[in-house]
């Protein structure tokens, strides 16, 4: 385990702030343009838990989730540890597994495929935050509500897998 000193914040660490941020609130934009007509004549029909919050929540969660996540990556940008090009491959690799389950469940309407893929990316985000904790705490726990949310995701893939 290794030992992290941060960088002060410079105009270069500005952008290993906003630069993942960018990034990440345009991969969440792709995927809503994408999912749209799928979200207003295909998932309203579903069977779903009584649980479900209403469509109006998930972009406004989802661009708070998108901009913890880039903070997240940027603050492990700012470090010296060695663990960054990890850190940046399994975050990488879960923000590909993020936009793939949007593109399994409401672009070809799998809700199998949608399942698998969110288990996956359950794991993939909670070994991240792992990871990230001995090198920069927060951006571990800039990675909490995420992991909480899509817990909360899985369960609705769960119970829409199972009553559809």
Do not use: E
Request: charged residues 5%; aromatic residues 18%; positive net charge.
């Amino acid at each position: 385990m290794t030992t992290a000193r941060t960088h002060s914040f410079s105009f270069s660490g500005i952008f290993k702030i906003i630069i993942p941020i960018v990034i990440c609130l345009l991969v969440g934009a792709l995927a809503g343009y994408l999912q749209q007509s799928s979200i207003q004549n295909w998932y309203p029909h579903l069977n779903k838990p009584l649980l479900t919050p209403p469509n109006a929540v998930f972009p406004i969660a989802w661009t708070i989730l998108y901009i913890f996540m880039g903070l997240s990556i940027g603050l492990v940008y700012l470090t010296d540890s060695d663990q960054k090009p990890a850190l940046r491959n399994l975050f990488i690799f879960q923000l590909f597994l993020n936009f793939l389950w949007s593109m399994i469940f409401f672009v070809r309407q799998n809700i199998t495929g949608g399942l698998i893929c969110i288990v996956l990316l359950d794991w993939l985000v909670i070994w991240y935050a792992f990871r990230a904790w001995p090198i920069r705490k927060l951006s571990s726990i800039l990675f909490w509500p995420y992991i909480a949310w899509l817990g909360f995701a899985t369960y609705l893939n769960l119970f829409i897998y199972l009553h559809n």
